[in-house]
C-alpha cells in the first residue's frame, strides 16, 4: 500500500458536533483529494489540494472544509455534523508528474447519530 | 448529475465466465479512464486504465474496451475467479488531476 494512513478509522458522533478526519502522506506526493464513497453514488470528490494552504471544491463541497498546512497532512472539518454525512471517508493522494495513478487509503467510517 | 453512469449494478458470473461492466460518459473533454477495485473494507485499488486515442488496452486477465464515438468504455475479465470478487469503479478525469466515478458493481464469481 502506498504510504497513506487515515485517522480514525472508525468515529460516531452526534448531530451538530463538529468532526476532524486526518489524512497523513508518506509519499510527498503533491495532489491529495478527499471522497466520500456512498451506496449507490460511487466515490464523490468532496474537496481536493494541488499543494500546501491550495485547496478547491469537489462535487459535494457544502458543510465540509479542508485545510493542509503541511505536504504530508490534508485534514477534513465537518463543521456541524449531520446524518447525511454518515458516509465511509476516502483520502488519495497523486503526484501529479505525469503519474495518474490516485493511491487511496483505507477509509474512515463516520456514523452521525 | 452523473457525469459517468455504470452499469449492472451488481453481476454474478460462474468461475472461468467473463463479466463484462460497462460505462458510459457525456463530457468528450475527458482525458484519462481507470478502473479501480475495492475488495470489503480497503480503499479502491488502480487495476487498469486507458487513454481516448488507443481502443482497447490488456493487462493480464482484464481488458479495456474504448469506444470513443459512442462514449462508451467497458471491462472485461478473461477466466474470472472468485478472487476477483469485488466492486469495480470505472472513472474518468478531467483535468486538474481531478476523477469522477461511475456508481460502481458488485461482481461476484462463483466457485
Request: charged letters at 30%; glycine letters at 10%.
Given at each position: 500500500d502506498a504510504g497513506i494512513t487515515q485517522s480514525p478509522r472508525h468515529k460516531v458522533t452526534e448531530t451538530g458536533t463538529p468532526v476532524t478526519l486526518r489524512c497523513h502522506q508518506?509519499?510527498?506526493?503533491r495532489y491529495m483529494y478527499w471522497y466520500r464513497q456512498d451506496p449507490g453514488h460511487g466515490l464523490r470528490l468532496i474537496h481536493y489540494s494541488y499543494g500546501v494552504k491550495d485547496t478547491d471544491k469537489g462535487?459535494?463541497?457544502?458543510?465540509y472544509s479542508v485545510s493542509r498546512s503541511k505536504t504530508e497532512d490534508f485534514l477534513l472539518t465537518l463543521e456541524s455534523a449531520t446524518s447525511s454525512q454518515t458516509s465511509v471517508y476516502f483520502c488519495a493522494i497523486s503526484d501529479g508528474q505525469g503519474g495518474d495513478e490516485q493511491y487511496f487509503g483505507p477509509g474512515t467510517r463516520l456514523t452521525v447519530t | 448529475q452523473q457525469q459517468v453512469k455504470q452499469s449492472p449494478q451488481s453481476l454474478i458470473v460462474q468461475k472461468g465466465g467473463i463479466p463484462i461492466i460497462n460505462c458510459a460518459y457525456e463530457?468528450?473533454?475527458?482525458?484519462y479512464f481507470p478502473w479501480y477495485q475495492q475488495f470489503p473494507g480497503k480503499g479502491p485499488a488502480l487495476l487498469i486504465a486507458i487513454r481516448p486515442d488507443v481502443s482497447e488496452k490488456k493487462e493480464g486477465r482484464f481488458t479495456i474496451s474504448f469506444n470513443k464515438s459512442a462514449k462508451q468504455f467497458s471491462l472485461h475479465i478473461m477466466?474470472?475467479?472468485?478472487?476477483?470478487?469485488a466492486t469495480y469503479f470505472c472513472a474518468a478525469r478531467k483535468g486538474a488531476q481531478k476523477l469522477v466515478f461511475g456508481q460502481g458493481t458488485r461482481l461476484t464469481i462463483n466457485p
Open positions: 508518506t509519499e510527498n506526493h462535487e459535494v463541497s457544502d458543510g | 463530457n468528450t473533454a475527458f482525458d477466466d474470472s475467479q472468485p478472487g476477483d470478487s
